[in-house]
């Protein structure tokens, strides 16, 4: 299983809703990332996991919060988020943190979930 | 800072013709550098990578050189097939014993277009 497996597919919400994205891999990945990507603009790194801590947070609003629960998965919790916050959220991971001395640096990101918030 | 360049595009191409994207980067270290591919409606895709200077990447029938002196590491294939058609974006990370943590830095991207 080489698969980094996002839900939902599609979401839409009001600025007073509270959702929230999933990610799950099972390939034993140590690292797990939430990026965010504004339609033709490249992924923005959000907040970097490293052995279930959270070891970056790229100064994102507190609207956005993020968890996990255990090694294999990931989500990301909205509150109170605008119109301006819709992008495609994406998901990924590695084995070890990347730029880790030594590491394999490939990522390995899911689908994407498309946020339209209204 | 850190920071790569991608020639603008979008490129349109007819099938069967060679393909040249140009990707330059400035690094305070010394990084490694990577293509990811995005097709429409998916996630991005670890095309190929080079780790040192003078190193080719290939996957595909893509290839990219790690050019130390022109801080470049330009995608090329011979032959594109309709296929191929998505959005590629150059990207790097800092090897610097962690200083780069958790951060790859991409380029602009380069929207691929490639008719029959």
Redesign the interface.
Known sequence: DTE?T?TPKHLVMGMTNKKSLKCEQHMGHR?M?WYKQKA????E?MF?Y?YEKL??NESVPSRFSPECPNSSLLNLHLHALQPEDSALY?C?SSQE?????GAN???F????TQLSVL | GNSVTQMEGPVTLSEEAFLTINCTYTATGYP?L?W?VQYP??????LL?A?KADDKGSNKGFEATYRKETTSFHLEKGSVQVSDSAVY?CAL????????????T????T?LTVHP
């Open positions: 980094v996002q690292a990332y033709k603009k490249p992924p790194l970097v490293s070891s970056i994406l990924a943190p990347v730029g880790d001395l640096e490939k990522l990101f899911g689908s994407g | 490694s990577f990811y409606g998916e996630g991005l895709q670890l990578k780790t974006f990370i800092l090897n610097a014993g962690g200083t780069s943590y958790g951060k790859l991409f380029g602009q991207g929207i």
